[in-house]
């Protein structure tokens, strides 16, 4: 592949640092984001995401290091990156003194454009996300899913070419938060889409490629298939019980020197392995037990958080 | 340059529209109870004040007063409120206008709250007291209330972005935006003040946007110093607000 071939980068950011006092919070943090990705970042809370957020979208500085967003040093063109950006911040930062349709419009007058540019753009993103027909209503009317639709929807106003996502759906409900996915999968390819959360299945869901941050620091990055490859020969298996004595096995499993982590949820038993040669050993010493199945489970990014951190995603 | 003031301004002027008739009840009500209970209750007992009934002295201080206490009040709840509590002021940052578009906007919003508030109050008494004054005094007074609202709308900014918490808020306007109105002449002449006070009294713009309104409207006396000082010191706020909104967003 010759250099004109390579993707090109939307955002870059090199060894970026932000101190408050004496802790840090992004600590010499880099990454390259393709244009037209749906990159993931993923960490704990208090890992660093919204932080990276805030400087990338110019309302914070940082305190060493440099980033760019189509080129554009996040310090010297703050308002040229503005223009260009969309921003769905985790705060519900909607007027509630406006209605859903006055809010889009602020946004988009805000943005210097045009009323008949402006009119027929939100006329098409009420009707998008499903908001047309309560476009009057004031946002504290809505559900928690629908005010996050208006959010989106006003991010999306000026057709921005980078659309921030910090934490889009913390707080919704499964369906809500489904709905959400559905919006933001529906926009992959027209903008560059950078998105943060601390849920797993959203990032593994949505996200081109993820990097996984904690205390301010890269941790990993890659495709979701790239970093479940990146777990060591560690693999995961789930035991049916058909009998009561359940317990018995659960401690005698737990003894075993190749298991990494073993959990029970009623009749069915979670066992990680060390590597899969492993699973000789346990049949053999489930011989008699009541076992109905046996299956391998496949290996997901929580797998991957807890390999990297050594612990689960804090919530 | 201005374009995100002016759409700001023009959203908060939208939600003042839609609520007009009960912020004016609310504002009209409370130097409507004292004009009542002090210039029509109280004349009899303290005659006249400066050569003029008690009702006749303090009326313009009632109206000027409301006015810098609307502009100051919504200066600093509307700046908070959508600092830290709708956090509006963040939704406007993510967009090409500048930190000096949103302050100038809010100072703005504050500023009107406080001459239509002020001239409802001013509408009002001359409709339903005795309370007169000659018409052609009017652009004098103005001269007065728009520095003036516009001075406390510019303090209300610096206590709106300053303070984070709403019982600071309120501490602040008990302690020191009240008795300053209080004790610039509004309900006495500065006259009553000891001899040794008096030049201290008199170096305070509030002093001086009080003492000249209220000759303005009554009297017709253009006092220039007076209105300067109240300009200078709406000018300087104004700096200072702009500079410390600016300060905090860099945080």
């Given at each position: 592949m010759g250099c004109s071939d390579m993707p090109v980068p939307s955002i870059i950011i090199n060894s970026l640092t932000k101190s408050y006092g004496g802790l840090t919070?992004?600590?010499?943090f880099s990454l390259e984001v393709e244009q037209g990705a749906i990159f993931g970042l993923l960490g704990p809370n208090g890992a660093g995401k919204t932080t990276l957020i805030r400087i990338l979208t110019t309302l914070m500085r940082q305190s060493a290091g440099d980033a760019s967003i189509e080129g554009l040093d996040i310090l010297r063109s703050g308002r040229d990156i503005r223009r260009m950006i969309g921003v769905v911040s985790q705060?519900?930062?909607?007027?509630?003194?406006?209605t859903a349709r006055e809010n889009l419009e602020l946004h988009a007058r805000l943005h210097g454009m045009e009323k008949q540019l402006y009119k027929s753009r939100i006329d098409n993103l009420l009707e998008l996300m499903g908001l047309a027909g309560r476009?009057?209503?004031?946002?504290?009317?809505?559900?928690g899913g629908m005010q996050r639709r208006l959010v989106i929807a006003r991010a999306l106003v000026h057709q921005p070419q980078v659309l921030f996502l910090d934490?889009?759906?913390?707080?919704?409900?499964p369906q809500s938060r489904r709905a959400v996915w559905e919006y933001v999968r529906s926009l992959a390819g027209s903008m560059t889409i950078f998105l943060t959360t601390h849920y797993l299945e959203e990032a593994e869901q949505l996200c081109d490629r993820i990097a996984i941050m904690d205390h301010g620091r890269l941790i990993a990055l890659g495709s979701t298939q790239e970093l479940k490859e990146r777990l060591s020969g560690a693999t995961v298996y789930e035991i049916e019980f058909s009998?009561?004595?359940?317990d018995r096995y659960v401690v005698l499993l737990g003894s075993m020197?190749?298991?990494?982590d073993i959990k029970q949820a009623g009749s069915k038993v979670t066992l990680t392995l060390?590597?899969?040669?492993?699973l000789s050993e346990i049949v053999t010493s489930l011989?008699?037990?009541?076992?109905r199945r046996i299956s391998l489970l496949e290996r997901t990014l929580e797998d991957v958080f807890i390999s990297l951190t050594g612990e689960k995603v804090r919530e | 340059m201005l374009r995100g003031s002016l759409a700001i301004w023009q959203r908060d002027m939208l939600i003042l529209r839609r609520s007009i008739v009960s912020e004016l009840m609310a504002v009209v009500a409370y130097p409507l109870t004292i004009y009542l209970a002090?210039?029509?209750?109280m004349q009899g007992y303290i005659g006249l004040v400066d050569g003029a009934p008690y009702s006749l002295f303090i009326a313009p201080g009632l109206i000027t007063m409301t006015a810098v206490n609307a502009a100051y009040n919504e200066s600093v709840w509307s700046l908070w409120f959508h600092r830290r509590v709708q956090f509006t002021i963040e939704s406007y940052r993510v967009?090409?206008?500048?930190v000096s578009e949103i302050v100038i906007a809010k100072i703005f919003t504050g500023f009107t709250h406080g001459i239509i508030k002020g001239c409802a109050v001013g509408l009002v008494l001359f409709a339903i007291t005795p309370f007169r004054f000659p018409i052609e005094h009017l652009l004098q007074y103005l001269l007065f209330l728009i520095p003036g609202s516009a001075l406390f709308s510019c303090a209300g900014i610096i206590s709106g972005t300053i303070m984070d918490k709403p019982e600071t808020i309120g501490k602040v306007e008990a302690v020191l935006v009240m008795p300053l109105i209080f004790m610039s002449?509004?309900?006495?002449?500065?006259?009553?003040?000891?001899s040794a006070v008096i030049p201290w009294v008199r170096a305070l713009p509030t002093t001086a946007l009080f003492e000249g309104a209220r000759r303005a409207l009554?009297?017709?006396?253009?006092?220039s110093m007076s209105v300067l000082q109240v300009s200078l010191s709406a000018l300087i706020t104004f700096v200072a607000a702009v500079v410390i909104f600016r300060y905090k967003m860099s945080e």
């Open positions: 919070a992004l600590d010499s705060e519900n930062s909607l007027d509630r003194y406006l476009q009057l209503d004031f946002p504290d009317t809505f559900s934490e889009p759906t913390t707080g919704l409900d009998g009561q004595d359940i020197p190749c298991v990494i060390e590597c899969w040669e492993c011989n008699g037990a009541p076992v | 002090f210039g029509i209750g967009t090409p206008i500048s002449g509004l309900f006495f002449p500065l006259s009553s003040y000891p009554v009297a017709g006396e253009m006092m």
